[in-house]
């Protein structure tokens, strides 16, 4: 039973991380850069893998897939934590991999993100651990 609360605790931490995030990308400022000349900057300039877009849609579609990505990992781990509880009890493994998953965001989140996100991968990080080892030794 325990597991399963971290799993889903670690899983909408993910969720709610990616949903604000995805928010923020589109219907808000918060990733807009002050100066506004850097965005008119990203706006009006290239990238060398192709010139088919700008710096600043790379920038939003960059934003909007990595918040996708956290919504479906965590829609995942939702679904197999409350629907097939017994199924990750056999294979832990799962487990370890949403445990693995998180811990390499929280290292990109140590190195290049700011305080909030951070934090809730480390609370999350630390459910999937735990979750993933409780498995282990049932």
């Known amino acids: 039973m325990l597991e399963q609360i971290l799993l ?13 995030h995805l928010v923020c990308t589109f219907f808000s400022t918060k990733f807009d850069p002050y ?3 850097v965005r008119a900057g990203m706006q009006a300039t290239t990238m060398r893998i192709t010139r088919n877009t700008s710096l600043w849609n790379a920038w939003t579609g960059f ?9 479906v990992f965590a829609l995942f781990v939702l679904l197999l934590a409350g629907l097939h509880m017994d199924f990750l009890r056999s294979a832990p493994l799962f487990a370890w991999l949403a445990a ?5 965001w929280l290292a990109v989140g140590l190195r290049y993100w700011f305080r909030v996100p951070t934090t809730g991968l480390a609370l999350s990080s630390a459910c ?3 979750a993933a080892i409780r498995l282990s030794w049932a």
Do not use: C, E, W
């Open 35 to 37: 100066d506004p000349a």
């Open 63 to 71: 934003n909007a897939s990595h918040s996708l990505g956290a919504m």
């Open 8 to 20: 889903i605790a670690g899983a909408a931490i993910f969720g709610v991380l990616g949903t604000i």
């Open 100 to 104: 693995a998953n998180a811990l390499a």
């Open 128 to 130: 999937f651990l735990i």
